[in-house]
């Protein structure tokens, strides 16, 4: 069975961690009219190109920054206000909906096969809302590069107080520093007396992040359900699969080098870790799109990868799944996962940059 939200059943988001518990409410505007539009990948045949964070020019950032003003300055109980847009993560992450025709069952679209198409269409909406609001339907939100070594520390552009980009709930020791794609956990901090040696640490943790990349988007992912992460079908909870290190349920990307950057932005703050280090708060700090774009981005470059298994799934349970969003138009509309398949159909892809762990076996 495919598996669809409920949207009658929206209630409360529970945030569980080992330490607390609590519930918040998360979920989207009413409907006005109780219509939902089937989605159709948008016609026309010109492709918006999603610019590399630590890349982009001043008239871009200007731009990026109207549009994210705009977004924030919205009436609060519009679906495409940027809180509303945050709260989206949380109802689909923290339980809020049922599946549909599996009342006991709620919809959690991490550490499963529902991940990627899932943040896909949760980026695209917002990103057509961004370009609506400043009347340019071409606009293609940054991604952060962080598999390569000059995108291997918050871009800048989010890191200005100032800025709407800005968000304080960050761990902001980490401001400088490079990500750890393993675990999240800042090494260079740590033995920063001496200069000369902060300098080599840094440039050792960068050559261990390419090895990282390498391990989870070539070694380890060799087949679909290794980078996808395990069948999760609606009245089930999600299997766990055969053949996955280290951990089964979620693919190797998302287990690995996208949760650790989610704890590196975080702040420290016991319990919840707010913004990036909790999934009901993480859409509350825009870097969380950046990220989020990168990783929608692995999944555009592990279908190039060589090998005859490396493919999406073609199992109907799967391409028959589908989310809820509101649209740049603040229209209701259902995606199935068989709609998000390629990024080019729904008219967008991402500058190509240089990827160097591709040369970085360990
Ligand atoms: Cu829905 Cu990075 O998480």
Not at 280 to 296: K, T
Request: neutral net charge.
């Amino acid at each position: 069975y495919p598996i669809e939200p409920d949207l009658s059943s929206c209630g409360e988001s529970t945030v569980d961690t080992s330490k607390a518990c609590m519930n918040v409410p998360c979920c989207p505007p009413k409907l006005k009219d109780s219509k939902i539009i089937d989605f159709e990948p948008p016609l026309g045949c010109k492709i918006r190109y999603r610019p590399a964070a630590h890349l982009v020019d001043r008239d871009y950032l200007y731009k990026f920054e109207s549009a994210m003003e705009r977004m924030k300055a919205l009436p609060v109980d519009d679906p495409r206000n940027f809180m509303q847009q945050a709260n989206i993560h949380c109802a689909y992450c923290n339980g809020a909906y049922s599946q549909v025709g599996f009342p006991d069952q709620k919809l959690e679209v991490h550490y499963s096969w529902l991940f990627f198409p899932f943040h896909r269409m949760y980026l695209y909406f917002f990103e057509r809302i961004l370009g609506k609001l400043i009347g340019d339907p071409d606009f293609a939100m940054p991604f952060w590069n962080w598999d390569s070594p000059c995108g291997m520390t918050m871009p800048q552009i989010y890191l200005d107080p100032y800025s709407p980009l800005y968000d304080e709930n960050r761990n902001l020791e980490h401001q400088q520093d490079v990500v750890n794609l393993n675990d999240g956990k800042s090494v260079v901090k740590q033995k920063k007396k001496n200069d000369d040696f902060d300098e080599l640490t840094k440039r050792e943790q960068i050559k261990r992040n390419l090895c990282v990349m390498y391990q989870q988007m070539v070694r380890s992912s060799k087949t679909a359900s290794c980078f996808h992460g395990a069948v999760y079908r609606a009245g089930c909870v999600s299997e766990t699969d055969i053949g996955c290190t280290p951990e089964p349920r979620g693919g190797t990307i998302e287990n690995g080098a996208h949760l650790a950057v989610h704890k590196f932005v975080g702040a420290k703050n016991p319990p919840y870790n707010e913004d990036m280090g909790n999934f009901y708060s993480a859409g509350r700090d825009p870097l969380f799109y950046a990220h989020h774009g990168n990783v929608d981005r692995m999944w555009n470059i592990w279908k190039t990868l060589p090998g005859k298994k490396r493919r999406d799934f073609d199992e109907k349970d799967w391409l028959n799944s589908s989310f809820l969003f509101y649209d740049e138009n603040a229209n209701m509309v259902r995606v199935k996962v068989r709609d998000c398949l390629d990024s080019k159909t729904l008219g967008y892809d991402y500058q190509s940059v240089d990827i160097p762990w591709l040369r970085s076996k360990p």
